[in-house]
């Protein structure tokens, strides 16, 4: 599809020339309109700028149309624009916004009050319906798979109501002022001045403080939408404009931007020039994406199956599940079969084995049930083969070394359906070792004897030893005895944030000497101090950390999604993609971000893999 939208923009864009009301063409004869047309293909070398869909009004006769001024902006600020159709078809929008890179939410008719539950009032101009629906479904769309987003006037007004604000229904009777918000002037001309918040990204963008703008409005925001700030006013305190914050690609504004810069205005073309930049980073980290392997390496979404009738081939409100996945462009997730550590006489510990036995059983069920989307997987030739059919893969570890009880014989049962990796512990000491929680009085002062065992046994089963929780002093021991390169599935650094969990710049040194690595993880807490501050910067300040001291070949991702994990800006498999246009932005070359997604990873489990013992080798293809 993006490609005929990609032919179709470039013909509008020569016969267009750039200008709005230069839609006349001199041409009558087919000879000429076929040689125009096929330089287009040259383009191929010099591509066209980002993919923009525009949001449509309704016409006559259930049309769709769209002021040229949009198109002229999105044009002139080098982007490629693409009318949506209005429409109520669910899976033909998905389709089209699947293909986009970008999308500004135009103006028009007020928003129905009841998608804020408040009655309409006297006051309220024309609502349609129709558009309403198909609007508020563009900007879902858009923000569940963290298409950058555009905002304008109406625009503005829906994304707050997305979210879950609100709106005056009438600024002349509900929020009084001796500023007109609807000026007789034309579009290109300011009427009032907006004041923008210092330090916001609408500040940075404009490079100003303070500016005038047009004004074509009657209602305005009355609640702004949590995960949201005000960043400008107007003199009487109307809300002009608001952006998500922090971690996400949504700037709206209540003025008319795309007026202005009709009339010449290069200010107001800033705003345009942003989005498109914003755009070009997310079709790139887009189409990285097809490119490399990816994979997050922790998700706890096994404690879901105890939720009847949950389906990961749904998207439903938990973390993890295919759709997210495909959103985010992730292709690869390892399920955690976790069990929490409970007493450990005999009776409790057979529970524990059965516990993790029941989940990886749960993991099959569900795979099974969703054949055609996903797969079980157990080395990187079978996520490629997956990811040639255009699947997602289950790869399966354990969490917690209690659900093997005392016998080491559940080890290679485990290899057998298909298990990984297993973390040695949990946040109290087992059998095999001593936790990393700084509550608990050490037991083993490291590996105990069983857990020795437990090590020597994985190495020979090929099996990949995880060290998340587990103890400073555990971790030496492993790191010891382990004949092969450990990893670290959910930890993140120690350095920039003081918990048990994490690990120390001398862990991760020797982790990366012995050819592991951590898979850093962006669960609040473990990741900044404050953790109602934590964001996907953090996170990305302790990728960097990571990187800065084991090495490019030694970081990863494992998210603790549906286990805890998720800050704002990363809160689901579908807001993965985020993570690599962050990373883009922050100068990662393609390779390296192969590498934290996938590469290291895949390089550990191949090697663990390869080092098994040849008669596990052969008996492990049940
Ligand atoms: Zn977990
Ligand atoms: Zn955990």
């Known amino acids: 599809m993006n490609k005929i939208l990609f032919t179709a923009c470039c013909v509008g864009l020569l016969l267009l020339g750039g200008t709005i009301n230069a839609q006349v063409s001199t041409i009558t004869n087919l000879e000429e309109l076929n040689q125009l047309t096929d330089s287009c293909s040259t383009l191929l070398q010099t591509r066209r700028g980002p993919c923009i869909g525009i949001s449509a009004s309704q016409s006559g006769e259930g049309g769709s149309s769209v002021p040229g001024t949009y198109i002229h902006a999105v044009l002139k600020a080098g982007g490629t624009p693409v009318i949506i159709p209005l429409m109520n078809n669910v899976a033909t929008l998905r389709e089209i916004v699947a293909g986009l890179d970008g999308l500004i939410m135009t103006g028009g008719e007020d928003v129905n009050p009841r ?24 900007i879902k769309m858009a923000a569940d798979r963290n298409i950058p987003l555009l905002g304008i006037c109406r625009g503005e007004q829906l994304i707050n109501v997305a979210f879950g604000g609100s709106l005056y229904q009438d600024i002349p009777s509900q929020h009084p002022s001796a ?19 210092t330090g916001s990204l609408l500040a940075s963008v404009i490079g100003d403080n303070t500016f005038s ?58 705003i345009f020039k942003y989005m498109i930049h914003k755009s070009e980073t997310y079709r790139k980290a887009k189409e990285l994406h097809q490119r490399i392997l990816s994979v997050d390496t922790h998700c706890d979404t096994p404690l879901e199956f105890r939720r009847a009738g949950f389906n990961i081939g749904e998207r439903e409100e938990n973390q993890v599940n295919i759709p997210k996945m495909e959103e985010g462009k992730l292709d690869a997730i390892f399920l955690a079969a976790y069990v929490g550590q409970g007493p450990r006489d005999n009776e409790s510990l057979q529970k524990a084995v059965d516990r993790v036995t029941f989940l990886i059983n749960g993991i099959y069920s569900q795979v099974k049930n969703n054949s055609e989307t996903c797969g079980i997987a157990r080395t990187v030739a079978d996520l490629q083969q997956l990811k040639s059919e255009g699947k997602k893969a289950i790869f399966i570890g354990i969490e917690n070394g209690y659900g093997i009880g005392k016998d080491i014989a559940n080890l290679s049962r485990y290899k057998a359906m298909g298990v990984n990796y297993m973390t040695l512990c949990h946040t109290k000491n087992n059998d095999i070792c001593d936790t990393s929680n700084r509550s608990i009085v050490k037991e083993w002062g490291g590996l105990s004897p069983f857990g020795y065992k437990v090590v020597k046994e994985m190495n020979r089963l090929g099996m990949v030893i995880d060290i998340s929780h587990a103890g400073d002093s555990t971790f030496w021991d492993v790191i010891k005895s382990s004949k092969q390169p450990i990893v670290a599935t959910h930890s993140a650094t120690r350095a920039l944030c003081n918990r048990d969990r994490n690990l120390t710049d001398q862990q991760m040194k020797a982790l990366a000497k012995n050819g592991g690595v951590i898979q850093v993880c962006p669960l609040d807490e473990y990741i900044n101090a404050n953790k109602n501050k934590a964001s996907l910067e953090d996170f990305l300040n302790h990728i960097d950390h990571a990187v800065k001291v084991a090495g490019i070949d ?69």
């Open 115 to 138: 998608f804020y539950k408040e009655q309409p009032i006297e006051q309220l101009g024309d609502v349609d319906s129709v558009r309403d629906v198909y609007d508020l479904m563009l």
């Open 554 to 622: 030694h970081v990863g991702i494992g998210s603790d999604f549906d286990g805890g994990g998720g800050v704002p800006g990363i809160n689901g498999t579908n807001d993965m993609i985020n993570i690599t246009t962050s990373l883009l932005e922050r100068g990662y070359t393609e390779e390296e971000i192969g590498k934290i997604w996938g590469g290291n990873f895949f390089r550990v489990l191949s090697t663990v893999q390869a080092g098994a013992d040849k008669s596990v080798a052969k008996s492990k293809k049940i």
């Open 179 to 197: 500023i007109t918000h609807r000026q007789n002037e034309p579009k290109e001309q300011g009427t009032h001045t907006v004041t923008v918040l």
């Open 213 to 270: 703008v047009n004004s074509f409005h009657h209602q305005a925001i009355k609640k702004v939408a949590p995960n949201f700030r005000v960043v400008a006013w107007a003199p009487d305190s109307t809300v002009e404009a608001i952006e998500a914050y922090p971690g996400r690609s949504i700037l709206a504004v209540q003025w008319h931007p795309e007026g202005l810069v009709a009339g010449g205005d290069t200010t107001m073309l800033k």
